[in-house]
């Protein structure tokens, strides 16, 4: 065999090779996405809800008719007004793991770090809070409604979007792009108008309020070791519910 053929030879090898080792990392990452939710509904319990895309891959998602989103949280609905021509989409995060915390939070979890998203009870604001060890973007698009970011207002249209943030941000007439950095980072997102509270303020009524409304709660006869998961039970029905017609959704899914 010649040298040419040898070296040739070889680089096919090592192409095989990487081939399987993107292969075997594929197969786990969906093995291991595989336990997690595709989708996940929260409401503040009044009148308002979000359906959130964690980026879990959706199993068969030809075969099922769903597509997989990329995490974003999407289907902004007001009872008034019906679903908003909104969403906020998170770039250059890939989530690992997706779950419902106990302070009634979707939290998705990457190799850089967190975000949790929180829908505070009889509140109009939801919130994006990050911890992360590399920058990533939330992408908030939108339609004909009236912008205000930090206070500074853009359009002029209804209904009325307040964006608040601790994050650079770059406007376009479509959209507005956080910088999510290093560290601690949170997004407001409040429709209708303005929080009258911070950002910690909201966190603490909300950890406040989910955990009076789990305390109020019947409690049954089961071992304290299962109790977390009738409570997180609980949560998944109480937001998978439309909170202004009643209705419960058969799934989050579409």
Same mark, same amino acid.
């Given at each position: 065999?010649?040298? %040419?053929?040898? !070296?040739?030879? $070889?680089?096919?090898? /090592? @192409? ?18 595989? *336990?997690?939710?595709? =989708? ?8 308002? !809800? ?18 997989? &989103? +990329? ?5 902004? @609905? ?11 989409? @998170? %770039?250059? @995060? ?25 829908? +505070? ?9 990050? %911890? ?9 698009? #939108? ?10 207002? #853009? ?6 979007? *307040? ?5 650079? $941000?770059? *406007? ?9 950095? =290093?560290?601690?980072? *949170? ?19 909300? /950890? ?7 305390? /109020?709660?019947? %409690? +049954? ?9 009738? $409570? ?11 909170? $202004? &017609?009643? #209705? =419960?959704?058969?799934?989050?899914? +579409?």
């Amino acid at each position: 065999m010649t040298q %040419k053929a040898s !070296s040739t030879c $070889y680089a096919c090898v /090592e @192409f095989f090779v990487l081939l399987l080792l993107l292969s075997h990392a594929q197969q786990t990452h969906a093995q291991q996405s595989a *336990y997690y939710p595709s =989708f996940l509904l929260l409401n503040n319990w009044v009148n308002q !809800s979000v359906w959130i895309s964690t980026g879990i891959p959706v199993p068969n998602s030809t075969l099922n008719g769903i597509p997989s &989103y +990329p995490p974003s949280i999407r289907n902004v @609905f007001d009872g008034k007004l019906g679903l908003l021509n909104m969403s906020v989409v @998170f %770039k250059k @995060f890939q989530t690992i793991k997706a779950f419902l915390g106990m302070n009634n939070s979707v939290s998705l979890v990457s190799d850089i770090g967190a975000i949790s998203v929180y829908y +505070p009870p009889n509140t109009t604001c939801f919130i994006v809070l990050s %911890k992360l060890t590399r920058p990533i973007f939330a992408e908030v698009l #939108f339609g004909k409604h009236l912008v205000s970011v930090n206070r500074k207002e #853009f359009t002029q249209a209804l209904p009325s979007v *307040y964006l608040f943030s601790n994050s650079s $941000y770059v *406007y376009t007439p479509t959209n507005v792009s956080f910088s999510l950095g =290093f560290g601690v980072h *949170y997004l407001e997102v409040c429709l209708d108008h303005s929080s009258q509270m911070s950002v910690e303020e909201l966190l603490n009524y909300d /950890e406040h309020q989910v955990s009076r409304w789990l305390s /109020e709660s019947l %409690k +049954p006869a089961i071992p304290k070791s299962l109790l977390k998961e009738y $409570y997180l039970s609980l949560l998944l029905l109480v937001d998978d519910q439309n909170p $202004y &017609y009643g #209705f =419960f959704a058969a799934s989050p899914s +579409p």
